[in-house]
């Protein structure tokens, strides 16, 4: 099974932006989709990017929270977040799902498998 670490997270001043990373361990990183989510304190954890079969997927909800890339010499997955404001802390998750077919990205929490232990970012005005 594979392994996730995040990496990344810290203090940004609002209308910045960070790249936070996530290096996969364990298994052929090529077999796997992947995925970021973000919770801020006391809500549910929040669908951000995913990358299936070489494409990016941001769920088409217009929040535009992140950018996903990918690195597969690296075993890494990239999230550029976009423009956090003040009311934005939150911890930042990657996770991971073995692909089994085409393009397929998941956007859901359960449909992830593997899940790293988080990033926190941390947002000043």
């Known amino acids: 099974q594979v392994q996730l670490v995040e990496s990344g997270g810290g203090l940004v001043q609002a209308g910045d932006s960070l790249r936070l990373a996530c290096v996969a361990s364990g298994d052929t990183f090529s077999r796997y989709n992947m995925g970021w989510f973000r919770q801020a304190p006391g809500k549910e954890r929040e669908f951000v990017a995913a990358?299936?079969?070489?494409?990016?997927y941001d769920g088409h909800s217009g929040k535009g929270l992140g950018t996903i890339s990918r690195d597969n010499s690296k075993n890494t997955v990239y999230l550029q977040t976009n423009n956090p404001n003040p009311e934005d802390p939150a911890v930042y998750y990657c996770?991971?799902?073995?692909?089994?077919?085409?393009?397929?990205?998941?956007?859901?929490?359960?449909?992830?498998?593997?899940w790293g232990q988080g990033t926190q970012v941390t947002v000043s005005s």
């Open positions: 996770a991971a799902i073995v692909n089994r077919g085409p393009y397929n990205p998941a956007s859901v929490t359960n449909e992830y498998s593997y």
């Open positions: 990358w299936s079969r070489g494409i990016a």
